[in-house]
């Protein structure tokens, strides 16, 4: 009986804060999508766009994050088959991917700046790409450190449940991130 109430309010905590997850995944929809609505007005404006050729660089790091989005899933793979140690493989590897798209968008950055596109100009879309860009690692330093959380998890004595959990609020994070980019 005690095991039961302790079983239900865990689940009720684990639905309070999927559902922030969920509320986290609208409202920066609604964010990355104004952004994005606004940049292709703005750059289709005439005399307006950026003019500015993407550095090769931000399709190398689309191509971590899709390589990323495989390992986190294998990972979630690995945990539902009780294979612990290729699940902290695959999340170990997703972390590390994670910060290497981090060092990727600051050397984009860098390849920008080296072309004259500065965040700071009287050209908003090319800010606006550094804002998005911006904010989007931020967003995966925040995943990152969630991955990191169900990493944790998997060298601790937690109830199989509190890990599930973990995992599917790591892919839910993640997975968004990955297809927002």
């Known amino acids: 009986m005690v095991q039961s109430i302790k079983q239900q309010e865990m ?4 639905k309070a804060k ?5 509320l986290f995944v609208a409202s920066s ?4 999508g104004g952004w994005t609505s606004y ?7 005439k005399g307006k766009g950026h003019g500015l050729v993407l550095p090769d660089v931000f399709m190398y790091s689309t191509a971590i994050l899709v390589i990323s989005s495989v390992t986190l899933f294998l990972a979630a793979r690995a945990f539902k088959s009780g294979n612990i140690s290729l699940q902290r493989i695959f999340l170990a590897v997703t972390v590390v991917l994670g ?8 050397d984009a950055w860098s390849t920008m700046v080296q072309t004259g596109a500065f965040f700071s100009n009287n050209n908003a879309a090319i800010s ?3 804002v998005v860009s911006g904010f989007h690692v931020l967003h995966i330093f925040a995943g990152v450190c969630i991955i990191l959380n169900a990493l944790y998890g998997t060298y601790k004595t937690a109830a199989i449940e509190k890990r599930g959990y ?9 997975h968004f991130i990955d297809i927002l980019w």
């Not at 290497?100 to 968008?105: A, E, T």
């Open 11 to 14: 689940g009720l905590e684990f």
């Open 29 to 32: 929809t609604i964010m990355f």
């Open 166 to 174: 973990q995992m599917e609020i790591a892919s839910i994070f993640w």
């Open 128 to 130: 606006l790409i550094y």
């Open 99 to 106: 910060i290497v798209f981090g060092v990727l968008q600051v």
């Open 39 to 45: 940049y292709i007005v703005f750059s289709a404006s």
């Open 18 to 22: 999927k559902f922030i997850i969920w």
